[in-house]
């Protein structure tokens, strides 16, 4: 196993170490250098193989790589232009372990080196013990696999010496059903490929055909419940996890490099995916590399794997995954540059699932939302997410504000007001609800009447008031299940084993929401009890999710004020333009493509 990859000047990677183990997982933004580092030891393991083709060549033609990220192979130098000097040379160093004499295991390392030779050839130097394994084209010590985007309508058959090169230069596109077509002749391998994509992808199989005296080109198919098709009519999922599998079961490679091997692909088959490979480079004996953006991929993996959290062309040091599946888990990877290049004023942390409320909110007490985000950090049990997060965006883009939403629910007013210290101490803004929730604010005669000025004050008062009597019962039950647990926290603090008075508790929480209901109403189930009061009043199904004056808050409207006040100050923060501002809320993921499309009643 290698025990690390190190890259150094190579594209925007200076000098990068990855630790590796068994599976490897690189997450990051955009332009943040995970594929450039899959791209790097695809490259050097390249750069080997063929000076060995080559005789163990010194220097190489560019043209003769056998796979090169870049056609003009001198701009994948650091810096754009590859130099004659060592110590500007590109440099890949694999590190592994081996046994020794006595069966210790001692580390050892190759060194594929490239820099700019004469008459526009490249100098090349390998040194290092690994060598013969990264030499082999018949058995390649790492497969590159960057992703299909769709498969060519027909496909010639290619020689098992053209196939080689090809898989080995990563020309999935043309050659997938060649690769199919070599596995099918070994039926082991055959079974096990058909075995792990029926775990993927269930009832579902893959046929391929091929008569050299008859045919030209390989056919391939796509089988299923539904019937047959030809394999340029799947999903892109489908013929991404094709690929990977059949690369995994016909080449071997103790190296996997995936770059977001989760396109396309349903979440639940992500998770089927990762957790088949992850089971399958245990038993086969081989190591994963993956580049990926995927929360459902990161859901899956074990504690035990290696993450790396990949900016400006390094790698940061983490010490908790938290880190990496929250921001994930937010598409705050891919909100980096948008955060970078001003066009954020404002990003509202929320614990919240559903963002509208809290949007609405903040609409109404004076954001731009257009150039304001809302990111819910709800995923997490703790809200150190929302320091995580905070940290993300104050690195990214310091002027933004940052604003950390929490619920009050049943938070002694101690206990708000240390959360409040908490992030206000690190330059935060911090935002605690009025009532238990955002959606008690809702419940509110001012915004209502305003939306509907038809019906009087009495009338709004009077189904606020069923609606709160309504979840008083569960409004009190909750509150006095906090209370119990609080005092239990607090007598195991002071050593006391006694349990707590849950009698006396529930009458306290009692007078406590008879005193002051609005602050103790559970919010969510009153405005849905007020909703259908409403209904019958109005005769129609009224939206409350909707901005008005009432519902400006004074806490919120002072970080507005501040924002604007920025951009006076700061007049070259233009607005931003309508396609960025289409994007100032994190998108949606894509929705995966159907596995296999129904053909047009026209098609032929």
Do not use: M
């Given at each position: 196993m290698l025990s690390s990859i190190t890259l150094r000047?190579?594209?925007?990677?200076?000098?990068?170490?990855?630790?590796?183990?068994?599976?490897?997982v690189m997450v990051g933004t955009n332009n943040s250098g995970k594929s450039s580092v899959l791209q790097g030891v695809a490259f050097g393991v390249?750069?080997?193989?063929?000076?060995?083709v080559n005789g163990n060549a010194k220097t190489l033609s560019p043209d003769s790589l056998i796979y090169a990220p870049l056609r003009d192979v001198s701009a994948l130098a650091h810096g754009g232009e590859l130099k004659t000097r060592k110590e500007q040379a590109i440099?890949?160093?694999?590190?592994?372990?081996?046994?020794?004499?006595?069966?210790?295991?001692?580390?050892?390392?190759?060194?594929?080196?490239?820099?700019?030779?004469?008459?526009?050839n490249l100098a090349i130097r390998i040194d290092g013990s690994l060598k013969p394994g990264l030499e082999s084209v018949d058995e390649p010590f790492a497969m590159y696999v960057p992703g299909l985007a769709g498969l060519p309508g027909s496909e010639p058959y290619r020689t098992p010496a053209a196939l080689r090169r090809a898989a080995a230069r990563g020309d999935a596109n043309s050659v997938l059903r060649n690769v199919l077509l070599s596995l099918n002749?070994?039926?082991?391998?055959?079974?096990?490929f058909a075995a792990n994509l029926a775990r993927v992808f269930r009832d579902h199989s893959v046929e391929v055909s091929f008569n050299p005296n008859f045919d030209e080109f390989v056919d391939a198919r796509v089988v299923s419940p539904k019937g047959s098709l030809p394999i340029d009519l799947a999903g892109t999922g489908f013929l991404q996890t094709v690929q990977i599998l059949a690369y995994t079961a016909k080449y071997r490679p103790k190296l996997l490099l995936l770059d977001e091997p989760d396109s396309h692909i349903h979440p639940d088959r992500q998770r089927a995916l990762i957790s088949l490979l992850a089971e399958l480079a245990e038993q086969k004996d081989f190591q994963v590399l993956i580049a990926t953006h995927s929360r459902h991929l990161l859901d899956e993996l074990v504690k035990g794997e290696r993450f790396h959290w990949m900016s400006d062309g390094q790698r940061k040091e983490e010490d908790k995954i938290d880190r990496v599946r929250v921001l994930t888990d937010l598409g705050a990877l891919d909100s980096g540059d948008l955060l970078k290049s001003g066009q954020v004023d404002a990003v509202l942390l929320t614990e919240d699932t559903l963002r509208e409320p809290i949007q609405i909110l903040l609409e109404s007490s004076g954001f731009d939302m257009q150039?304001?985000?809302?990111?819910?950090?709800?995923?997490?049990?703790?809200?150190?997410?929302?320091?995580?997060?905070?940290?993300?965006?104050?690195?990214?883009a310091p002027g933004t504000k940052v604003i950390v939403h929490h619920d009050r629910d049943y938070l002694s007013e101690d206990e708000a007001e240390s959360l409040r210290a908490r992030f206000e101490g690190k330059g935060l803004h911090f935002f605690v609800t009025d009532g238990t929730d955002v959606e008690s604010h809702l419940v509110d005669v001012n915004h209502i009447r305003h939306l509907y000025p038809q019906v009087s004050d009495d009338q709004v008062n009077s189904v606020i008031t069923?609606?709160?009597?309504?979840?008083?019962?569960?409004?009190?039950?909750a509150l006095a299940r906090k209370r119990v647990d609080e005092d239990k926290s607090h007598r195991r603090a002071e050593g006391n084993c006694g349990d707590p008075d849950p009698v006396s508790i529930s009458d306290t929480a009692?007078?406590?929401?008879?005193?002051?209901?609005?602050?103790?109403?559970?919010?969510?189930?009153?405005?849905?009890?007020?909703?259908?009061g409403l209904q019958q009043l109005l005769g129609e199904n009224p939206k409350l999710l909707r901005p008005s004056p009432a519902l400006r808050h004074p806490t919120l409207a002072e970080v507005a004020e501040a924002v604007a006040q920025r951009r006076t100050d700061l007049p070259e923060l233009t607005a931003p333009s309508p396609a960025v501002a289409e994007r100032s809320t994190p998108p949606p993921p894509p929705a995966a493509e159907p596995l296999i499309p129904t053909p047009s009643p026209n098609a032929p």
């Open positions: 000047r190579f594209k925007n990677l200076e000098d990068v170490k990855i630790p590796l183990g068994r599976i490897n390249s750069v080997a193989q063929t000076a060995f440099e890949v160093v694999f590190c592994g372990l081996e046994a020794n004499e006595t069966g210790e295991a001692v580390e050892i390392e190759t060194t594929v080196q490239v820099r700019k030779g004469k008459n526009s002749e070994d039926p082991v391998a055959w079974t096990e150039r304001t985000q809302v990111w819910s950090y709800s995923g997490c049990t703790k809200i150190d997410a929302a320091d995580v997060l905070a940290r993300f965006i104050q690195d990214h069923v609606a709160t009597e309504s979840v008083r019962a569960q409004s009190v039950t009692r007078d406590d929401f008879a005193q002051n209901p609005q602050r103790w109403r559970h919010g969510k189930r009153t405005l849905g009890h007020v909703t259908a």
